[in-house]
């Protein structure tokens, strides 16, 4: 029994050790990009990719038909 119980408390101690660590290193990662924010690029593009972006070609009404699963012809 005391054994089980030595044991939770150890697995309990090293899942909040984690944690932390992981926090602090995070916090760290943080502040030094945010040190360094104004000589960096940023990493993604402010605009979505090319096949994201829909094309002016289509209108409103094929799509809402395409959408609502209904043939062409009707």
Not at 21 to 37: F, G
Not at 43 to 71: E, I, N, T
Request: glycine fraction near 6%.
């Amino acid at each position: 029994m005391l054994g089980s119980l030595l044991l939770i408390v150890m697995m309990a101690t090293s899942f909040a050790a984690g944690y932390c660590t992981r926090s602090l290193v995070s916090h760290r990662r943080r502040t030094k990009y945010i040190k360094w924010e104004p000589y960096v690029r940023p990493s993604r593009s402010s605009q979505p990719p090319q096949f994201l972006m829909r094309s002016g070609d289509r209108s409103v009404a094929s799509l809402k038909r395409f959408a609502s699963g209904s043939s062409r012809n009707s």
